[in-house]
Nanobody, 122 residues
């Protein structure tokens, strides 16, 4: 069974940095677009950054220039390097994958991790 395992959240002061990781466990022969989403209290979940299997990236406007998404296909892992963090970045961050070839003739879709809390506060 495919699972997404996140790590790296925590408490950091404004201006600080954190790096989130998300590893795909289980059968995953081809992994397509992976990304990070976040949800703050009382707000809707929003896209933060995505990366395709050809490493094309997209970012939400407020994180451009501060966050960097990357992936290591050999270990089925993506990262989110977050620099110059602001209090408004406080949220639960979720890893997402749109499609995974879990066998030669089966493709699963819409996978989510359990989320990791990021809190930016002095």
């Amino acid at each position: 069974q495919v699972q997404l395992v996140e790590s790296g959240g925590g408490l950091v002061q404004p201006g600080g940095s954190l790096r989130l990781s998300c590893a795909v466990s289980g059968p995953a022969f081809n992994i397509y677009t992976m990304g990070w989403y976040r949800q703050a209290p009382g707000k809707r979940r929003e896209m933060v950054a995505t990366i395709t299997n050809t490493s094309r990236t997209t970012y939400e406007d407020s994180v451009k220039g501060r966050f960097t998404i990357s992936r290591d296909n050999a270990i089925k892992t993506i990262y989110l390097q977050m620099n110059n963090l602001k209090p408004e970045d406080t949220a639960v961050y979720y890893c997402h994958v749109d499609f995974i070839d879990i066998s030669l003739d089966t493709t699963g879709f819409d996978y989510w991790g359990p989320g990791t809390q990021v809190t930016v506060s002095s």
